[in-house]
């Protein structure tokens, strides 16, 4: 099999079930902006020390494990997935998880008494791009519901939502680890 199809030539693409349409569609830009974030969260992964931060390299893989499926829904028009592909599912469960990692990662942390800037270590620096990439996401999100309330699952939005505070306390963590300090604004 060949990595071209040549099927996207003509500026459309395919979603789950076969429908064809324009890769402008909101929902290709939805899918299209998850997929970017997928990449950042690889880059930060990457960019993260394994004997500093070994938690946060497993969180970003299970996270990186749970986009693929969050893309695979918004891939869905029809809804079909999900009794087929169990993998395929975001549920309050994920949610959760992300929320304990928050409240586990954000107990390590000073307090915050300002805004701070974005940077910091290599991963640290990452993570806060990754984290901008995933609000840019969730705007692309709220903007395909817009154009049909009911694209999607509720659950997906909130997966983002939570996962964006995520990884701005996964960069606070990582710089930390690090020894950078944070720059306040």
């Known amino acids: 099999m060949k990595i071209y199809t040549k099927t996207g030539d003509s500026g459309e693409t395919g979603l789950y079930g076969g ?4 890769k402008a569609h909101a929902r290709v830009a939805a899918y299209g902006d998850v997929d970017e974030l997928n990449a950042g969260l690889g880059l930060a992964r990457a960019s993260l020390s394994p ?7 497993a969180m970003l893989e299970q996270i990186q494990r749970d986009l693929f499926a969050l893309g695979a829904r918004l891939a869905d028009p029809a809804h079909r997935i999900a009794g087929r592909v ?10 959760a998880r992300l929320e304990g990692w928050i409240d586990t990662l954000d107990g390590g942390l000073p307090a915050l008494r300002r ?3 974005a940077g910091g270590a290599p991963g ?6 990754a984290r901008t990439m995933c609000r840019r996401a969730e705007r692309t999100m709220v903007a395909l519901l ?6 999607f699952e509720s659950e ?12 701005f306390v996964m960069a ?13 604004w």
């Not at 429908?19 to 324009?22: A, D, G, H, P």
């Not at 169990?86 to 949610?95: C, G, L, M, N, R």
């Open 86 to 95: 169990t993998k395929a599912v975001v549920a309050p469960e994920d949610i």
């Open 146 to 151: 817009g154009d049909d309330p009911e694209a």
């Open 172 to 184: 606070r963590a990582a710089n930390l680890r690090a020894g950078t300090p944070e720059i306040e």
């Open 115 to 117: 805004f701070i800037l």
């Open 19 to 22: 429908v064809r349409v324009s």
């Open 124 to 129: 640290g620096a990452a993570l806060h791009l």
């Open 51 to 57: 004997a500093q931060s070994p938690d946060l390299i």
């Open 156 to 167: 997906l939005l909130v997966y983002m939502n939570r996962l964006s505070d995520l990884l």
